[in-house]
């Protein structure tokens, strides 16, 4: 089982430079997210899509972009990549929202350097 | 803010111990708490999950406690193996409905 799966796994970007994180699930979850995670401030939500159709912002989003292209689809979109940007990107999908505690399945990470 | 603590030392211990980890909460009860494991260069992996009306889970030679009282969760492993060598992740739900995490403690269990 593929679970959830997001592209690239290592990229280098310069500052300016524009780029979109794919990703996609195969467990035909309803929600969607996407969180960054640097060193001592643990995971922190960027966007997430409560079902299909549906984008709202997480704890840091500015700078960033989605698209819940389809159900199984969530991309990010960088503009105009910063420094700050630099980290690393975990999608991740649930069968509903959080509210009802469900188990978030994570993809295995997207390492984004911005020079 | 609804904050999330985790003790941001590594824990070293020897295989064979109970290794017992910490997240400490702010502000209201979440009414659930989540633990995951990460693998360095990997994604969080879920491990148990526990709700404000219980005190105790289970799961195999884990185990959470949730004290409402003490704003605290403890996670045990009993009889740690260095596999277990890992970075645990605390995750409280929040009162926008979605979870907020901690920082991550990391353990190392030594042969």
């Known amino acids: 089982n593929a679970g959830v799966t997001q592209t690239p796994k290592f990229q280098v970007l310069k500052t300016g430079q524009s780029m979109t994180l794919q990703c996609a699930q195969d467990m035909n979850h309803n929600s969607m997210y996407w969180y960054r995670q640097d060193p001592g401030m643990g995971l922190r939500l960027i966007y997430y899509?409560?079902?299909?159709?549906?984008?709202d912002k997480g704890e840091v989003p500015n700078g960033y972009n989605v698209s819940r292209l389809n159900k199984r689809e969530f991309s990010l979109r960088l503009e105009s990549a910063a420094p700050s940007q630099t980290s690393v990107y975990f999608c991740?999908?649930?069968?509903?929202?959080?509210?009802?505690?469900?188990?978030?399945?994570f993809g295995e990470g997207s390492w984004l350097t911005v020079v | 803010s609804q904050k999330i603590e985790q003790n941001s030392e590594a824990l070293n211990i020897q295989e064979g111990k109970t290794a017992t980890l910490t997240c400490n909460y702010t502000n209201y009860s979440p009414a659930y708490l989540q633990w995951y494991r990460q693998d360095p260069g990997r994604g969080p992996v879920f491990l148990l999950l526990i709700r404000e009306n219980e005190k105790e889970k289970r799961k195999e030679r884990l185990k959470v406690t949730f004290d409402t009282t003490l704003k605290q969760s403890l996670f045990h492993i009993t009889a740690s193996q260095p596999a277990d060598s890992a970075t645990y992740l605390c995750a409280r739900s929040g009162n926008t409905g979605k979870l907020i995490f901690g920082q991550g403690t990391t353990l190392q269990v030594k042969p």
């Open positions: 991740a999908s649930s069968d509903t929202g959080q509210a009802a505690g469900n188990t978030i399945y």
């Open positions: 899509s409560a079902s299909e159709g549906t984008t």
